[in-house]
């Protein structure tokens, strides 16, 4: 299947680049969710994570 598919891929001019662009794409995205939660305040962490557990805001899609 792959044979099929490579054979065709390789009669496009400049179709090399689109491999590099995603996994640039990748690697990026990746690095800066790191450091983004490296860097991210622990009291967010916290506030967030207890997110479901708050019971002090409404929710008006509950059908109970």
Same mark, same amino acid.
């Given at each position: 299947? &792959?044979?099929?598919?490579? /054979? /065709?891929?390789?009669? %496009?001019?400049? %179709?090399? %680049?689109?491999? %590099?662009?995603? &996994?640039?794409i990748f690697f990026v995205?990746?690095?800066? &969710?790191?450091?983004?939660? $490296? +860097?991210?305040?622990?009291? /967010? $962490?916290? /506030?967030?994570?207890? &997110?479901?557990?708050?019971?002090?805001?409404?929710?008006?899609?509950? +059908?109970?």
């Amino acid at each position: 299947m &792959l044979k099929f598919i490579k /054979h /065709h891929m390789a009669g %496009i001019d400049g %179709i090399e %680049i689109y491999p %590099i662009i995603s &996994l640039l794409i990748f690697f990026v995205f990746f690095v800066v &969710l790191f450091l983004w939660v $490296i +860097t991210a305040k622990k009291q /967010h $962490i916290d /506030h967030v994570s207890n &997110l479901p557990f708050d019971t002090s805001t409404k929710n008006d899609n509950q +059908t109970l």
